[in-house]
């Protein structure tokens, strides 16, 4: 499994845009790039997910740099219900997520 | 749509006693992982089931086992509880092959004493 490093903890404020960067450079060339969150007291929600080229769904966007060895999770407008703890989790089709510690987000208003 | 439900949501057991927990994968999903998070923790992997077989383990003893029945719905069973198996325990489903993320439930709580 690829080794991830993501920051312990940032902050942001209401409706600014958060980046939450991870490195991965041990990534093999078919994982793809997930990220969850995990809200206090509730299970793991995905978010989103690529594999080489960025993507961008309802809840935030994923940079993926060319290399593949890092990737940024960007929340455009931060709000409260924001706040949640991020993972980034490198992952191979059919296998199972294999959870880090993830960065805790903090969102002041 | 219901996503993936967990029962119980909340359980207290004694050192040495064994607990099964279920789970019931959203629909359309065949395939069902566990996890087991202590607090402040990440979740840590036990063990994927799809077709009614153990298809990946992580790092956990025999005394976690778990089974996958035809409707897809799965139990993890734990034996021989010690203090440090009381934490979160979370369910996970997916459709294999599926090019989308893995739908959790909530979890159940744990508490061995």
């Known amino acids: 499994d690829a080794k991830t490093t993501q920051p312990n903890s940032m902050e942001s404020n209401e409706e600014e845009p958060v980046h939450l960067p991870c490195n991965h450079s041990?990534?093999?060339?078919?994982?793809?790039i997930h990220w969850y969150r995990q809200l206090p007291s509730q299970g793991p929600e995905y978010v989103i997910h690529g594999l080489t080229s960025n993507v961008n769904n309802r809840m935030a966007s994923l940079a993926i740099a060319e290399d593949r060895k890092s990737s940024t999770l960007i929340l455009h407008r931060a709000t409260l219900r924001d706040a949640a703890v991020y993972y980034c989790?490198?992952?191979?089709?059919?296998?199972?997520?294999?959870f880090g510690k993830g960065t805790t987000l903090s969102v002041s208003s | 749509d219901a996503g993936v439900t967990q029962s119980p949501t909340h359980l207290i057991k004694t050192r040495g006693q064994q607990v099964t927990l279920r789970c019931s994968p959203k629909s359309g999903h065949d395939t069902v992982s566990w996890y087991q998070q202590a607090l402040g923790q990440g979740p840590q992997f036990i063990f994927q089931?799809?077709?009614?077989?153990?298809?990946q383990r992580g790092n956990f003893p025999d005394r976690f086992s778990g089974h996958q029945f035809p409707n897809y719905s799965s139990e993890l069973n734990v034996n021989a509880l010690l203090l440090g198996d009381s934490a979160l325990y979370l369910c996970?489903?997916?459709?294999?092959?599926?090019?989308?993320?893995?739908?959790f439930g909530s979890g159940t709580r744990l508490t061995v004493v």
């Open positions: 041990t990534i093999s060339g078919t994982d793809y």
């Open positions: 996970a489903s997916s459709l294999v092959g599926a090019d989308y993320g893995y739908t």
């Open positions: 089931y799809y077709e009614e077989e153990e298809r």
């Open positions: 989790i490198p992952n191979q089709a059919g296998t199972a997520l294999i």
